[in-house]
């Protein structure tokens, strides 16, 4: 929402001028103040994020202290699962299957696929449901609402970070290198959260009018497991399936930056480019769909 204020210095209509005067005197034809909606482009209102990123904060706390609260192992969580994940793709697909790996140690493959997809299922399955689980702010006080979602995405952050630690282990205890690709992980890290928010922003909007996302949801993400190139290394001859799922060739980005490979610069522009437009997307809908929301939530 928009506010234009709107002066007349002609008018003295204070309480205290109106009290006991003539009949005379009335209100202004031309009302002092008016409330109207944005439209277009300019709805998206990045200032009001920017305004309320001290919320954007509170919110990621929150959600970070409610997921470990009353845990035994605390945030080992964020450790467990992309590492028993990885054990029995490495017994099963691995050993069992011989799966190829680029000359690589297939758990040290396994993991480093898992680490940036395991931050990217999660962040969009939390996001996708987060504004029907806040649903008693969205009803009460105005803020944002964008920032929902955003603050899902950002709590995984801190999973990321702490899993990333069992990565570097990996890495010295295979004796791998570190090369100066390793420089591009900040921006690989910021597409895939940028990926995330645009695709957990999209499905929360589909959730809060289509209750049935909240069970499609894991389905489609277990399901992007297997496309995304985590098993086993995505063909040359199926390079044009890296320039449509921007997942598959940020994961391949990333295994490339920690194991010094070459970058496929064509399928990671093509990702640049979907998360792009998949975030203004969402960003656009969200906004449209936003004034409806409690109404329907």
Same mark, same amino acid.
């Given at each position: 929402m928009?506010?234009?204020?709107?002066?007349?210095?002609?008018?003295?209509?204070?309480?205290?001028n109106?009290?006991?005067?003539?009949?005379?005197?009335?209100?202004p034809?031309?009302?002092?103040?008016v409330?109207?909606?944005?439209?277009?482009?300019?709805?998206?209102?990045l200032?009001?994020?920017?305004?309320?990123?001290?919320?954007?904060?509170?919110?990621?706390?929150?959600?970070i202290?409610v997921?470990?609260?009353q845990?035994?192992l605390?945030?080992?969580?964020?450790i467990?699962?992309?590492?028993?994940?990885?054990?029995?793709?490495?017994?099963?697909?691995?050993?069992l299957?011989?799966?190829?790996?680029?000359?690589?140690?297939?758990?040290?493959?396994?993991?480093a696929?898992?680490?940036?997809?395991t931050?990217?299922?999660?962040?969009v399955?939390?996001s996708?449901?987060s504004l029907?689980?806040n649903?008693?702010l969205?009803?009460?006080?105005y =803020?944002?609402?964008?920032?929902?979602?955003m603050?899902?995405? %950002? +709590?995984?952050l *801190?999973?990321?970070? $702490?899993a @990333?630690?069992l990565?570097?282990?990996?890495?010295?205890?295979?004796?791998?290198g570190?090369?100066?690709?390793?420089l591009?992980?900040?921006?690989l890290?910021?597409?895939?959260?940028?990926?995330?928010?645009?695709?957990?922003?999209?499905m929360?909007?589909?959730?809060v009018?289509?209750?049935?996302?909240?069970?499609a949801?894991?389905?489609?993400?277990?399901?992007?497991?297997?496309a995304?190139?985590?098993?086993?290394?995505?063909?040359?001859?199926?390079?044009?399936?890296?320039?449509?799922?921007?997942?598959?060739?940020l994961?391949?980005?990333?295994?490339?930056?920690c =194991?010094?490979?070459?970058?496929?610069?064509?399928s990671?522009? %093509? +990702?640049a480019? *979907?998360?792009?437009a $998949?975030? @203004?997307?969402a960003?656009?809908?969200f906004?449209?769909?936003?004034?409806?929301?409690a109404?329907?939530?």
């Amino acid at each position: 929402m928009s506010l234009i204020v709107k002066e007349n210095p002609t008018a003295d209509v204070s309480l205290a001028n109106l009290k006991g005067a003539p009949s005379e005197y009335h209100l202004p034809e031309n009302p002092l103040t008016v409330i109207k909606p944005s439209s277009g482009w300019v709805s998206l209102n990045l200032r009001d994020l920017w305004q309320y990123r001290d919320l954007l904060y509170i919110l990621t706390m929150r959600d970070i202290k409610v997921r470990y609260k009353q845990t035994l192992l605390g945030a080992l969580w964020a450790i467990i699962q992309p590492l028993f994940t990885m054990l029995i793709f490495t017994i099963f697909f691995g050993r069992l299957a011989g799966m190829p790996s680029d000359n690589i140690p297939y758990p040290l493959f396994a993991y480093a696929g898992l680490l940036p997809w395991t931050f990217f299922s999660n962040a969009v399955t939390n996001s996708g449901n987060s504004l029907v689980g806040n649903s008693n702010l969205i009803t009460k006080i105005y =803020f944002p609402r964008m920032i929902i979602p955003m603050a899902s995405v %950002a +709590a995984g952050l *801190l999973d990321f970070l $702490i899993a @990333f630690g069992l990565l570097v282990a990996l890495l010295f205890y295979y004796s791998v290198g570190l090369s100066v690709h390793i420089l591009m992980l900040p921006v690989l890290i910021v597409l895939t959260s940028l990926l995330a928010i645009g695709v957990g922003m999209w499905m929360s909007v589909l959730n809060v009018k289509y209750r049935d996302v909240r069970y499609a949801l894991p389905f489609i993400v277990q399901l992007g497991l297997f496309a995304s190139g985590i098993i086993t290394p995505i063909p040359e001859n199926w390079r044009w399936f890296k320039m449509i799922n921007p997942v598959a060739a940020l994961i391949e980005a990333f295994r490339a930056a920690c =194991f010094g490979k070459p970058f496929d610069w064509l399928s990671l522009a %093509a +990702a640049a480019f *979907l998360t792009v437009a $998949i975030l @203004f997307y969402a960003a656009y809908t969200f906004k449209r769909m936003e004034k409806s929301f409690a109404d329907i939530i």
